[in-house]
């Protein structure tokens, strides 16, 4: 999840916070860094540990980023945390070693070359390797400036760090995404497991994310994972990592767990046996259609609009979505 959104339950109404505070608040060290472990879903154990901007208010209440982070986006302000929160998670990837920490960056730094000095600088000074260090960004951060956010991110990869790029689905980009940016990873949003066990859409989406990241090269993450039934169906959809409260809860640095529960691992790995079903199978030219257009980077909800301005139904004659497509794209 990116650093404009929060984790958890809200610790109260919303507050508004002024830019001049956000500037003291650095200086008084009222930022925090929480911290949330990022599980591998075949071997149980941490691959790296998300860092999770959090802001101490005068009354002692924890803020969540949504809280102050808007009123900055655009400013100088926002640069300056930027600054602070990777020179943070860098020292405590020293700590962590050799599990790594992801940082989140917001769409106004992806198109600073900036960023790449203030990373390898920071990389450099606490001695970790630049692996250890995985920059996310969101789809909305790429749109911004797909042009500069490439060579960016592209100069990240030179130095050693991944690149993840959070929130997949939830926009309307193309699956070009995962081609042409220099990526190491792709993180499934919340919303699509959170209907995994309770939707057909949202399963056949969160699996077709998962098959066209790894016919790139990419690792999977699904992040928000709150219940048994969702871990079992990414452990056998062959999701790479994952992350959320059935897991473990983001903490303070020295507070996060080493470690956690193997028995989740090991009992999603234990399949459940559903009926099986047989689907109508779709006409050759819809599905070398949905090929030649998925080919060329069509995102999932315009190969549907596509398909239904000419007039193709699905096989069971239903207007094609972009659940029905991404069930689909295995045939094709």
Known sequence: MTASQAIGPRP?????VPQRQLRDAIAAGDLELHYQPIIDLTSGGITSYEALLRLRSDSGMLLFPDDFLPAVAHTPVMHDITGWVVAQACAQAAVFAPVGVA????????????????????VERHGIAPDLITIELTEHAAVQGMEAAVGVLAQLRELGVHVSLD???????????LRDLPLTQVKIDRTFVAGIGRTEDDGAIVRSVIQLAHRVGLVVVAEGVEMSEQLRFLRNAHCDRAQGYLLAMPAPADEVPAGIDTSLIAAAARRRRKPTRVRAALPIDVREHIRELAGQGASLHTIAAVLNREGHPT??????????????????
């Open 315 to 332: 096989a069971t004659g239903t207007r094609w979505t972009a659940a029905t497509v991404a069930r689909a794209m295995p045939d094709v």
């Open 12 to 16: 109260g109404p919303r507050a508004v």
């Open 167 to 177: 929130d997949f689905g939830t926009g309307y980009s193309s699956l070009l995404y």
């Open 103 to 122: 940082i989140n960056v917001a769409a106004v730094d992806v198109v600073r070359p900036t960023l790449v000095d203030l990373v390898g600088a920071a």
